[in-house]
């Protein structure tokens, strides 16, 4: 599906600004917004429109009803958890140190990226992969200009340590050496939703539909030093398929699995 750039309704000179450096980081078509709505613009356009706000982007997509913006989700609440010294399932699954490496295959809202950064410190390094160079380019300015302070997250200011990687993940993996990073994270999201936040729909219209396969799993293992770990839904069959080791959690709808890597 093509892709416009505009304006927000009454757009200043920094929404123009902002619209006009997307337009040619991406190479989308630019179209003044003259009062038009969104929906005005997609009927005329034939096509999705990115929306170049003040303060952020917003991509709507034709089959959906609500837009894709940044936000950080459910890792507030998550990251105030872990502060508190609270059990983080995910955390325990990555087992990650302060300093080490992670790259998350499936980025989506970034939420898992931003608990395993505050993980590794502002001496790790966290690279998440996205497929969808729009949706890629929008975790990238969402991650490094969101007002953590005026939110009142300075725990999340850890974001700004996230890398993002616009590229079909088993791509971007095929470019690096042999254990080069600590864990390498798999959630594939589009195999049965799991997500309930409404911001993921909108990405889930607009998102790469890549299922786990046999290629992506070795390029994984390969990159990897000491675990692969795998989200999915307890009854998924990739744990089994790909032999997977797994905590039972009953009554949770997703698990974590854990293949360790053979030194």
């Not at 179209?31 to 009927?43: A, F, Q, T």
């Not at 429109?49 to 913006?69: D, H, Q, W």
């Not at 410190?121 to 929008?138: Q, R, V």
């Amino acid at each position: 599906m093509p892709t416009i750039v505009t304006t927000g309704g009454r757009p200043d000179e920094i929404s123009h600004q902002r619209a006009f450096f997307v337009s040619e980081a991406l190479q989308l078509e630019f179209v003044e917004r003259k009062k038009r709505s969104v929906k005005k613009l997609m009927d005329l356009y034939k096509s999705d429109v990115l929306v170049a706000g003040k303060n952020r982007y917003e991509l709507y997509t034709i089959n959906s009803k609500t837009p894709f913006f940044f936000h950080p989700s459910s890792a507030a609440f998550r990251a105030k958890r872990i502060m508190r010294g609270e059990s983080e399932p995910f955390l325990k699954a990555i087992d990650l140190k302060e300093g080490q490496t992670m790259i998350d295959c499936t980025l989506g809202m970034a939420t898992d990226s931003m608990m395993a950064a505050i993980a590794v410190g502002d001496s790790g390094k966290i690279i998440g992969c996205e497929g969808n160079p729009i949706i890629a380019f929008m975790m990238r300015e969402g991650l490094q200009n969101y007002d953590f302070i005026a939110e009142k997250l300075p725990e999340l200011h850890v974001m700004r340590n996230i890398d993002v990687v616009s590229s079909v993940a088993v791509d971007y993996l095929k470019t690096l050496p042999d254990n080069f990073a600590d864990v390498v994270y798999l959630d594939p999201m589009f195999e049965e939703t799991i997500e309930e936040s409404t911001n993921f729909a909108p990405l889930r219209q607009a998102g790469v539909h890549i299922p786990l396969d046999e290629q992506w799993l070795k390029e994984a293992y390969r990159v990897c030093k000491r675990r692969v770990v795998l989200k999915a839904k307890y009854d998924s069959p990739l744990f089994n398929k790909y032999s997977f080791s797994r905590e039972i959690r009953p009554n949770i709808k997703f698990h974590y699995g854990i293949l360790e890597k053979s030194i």
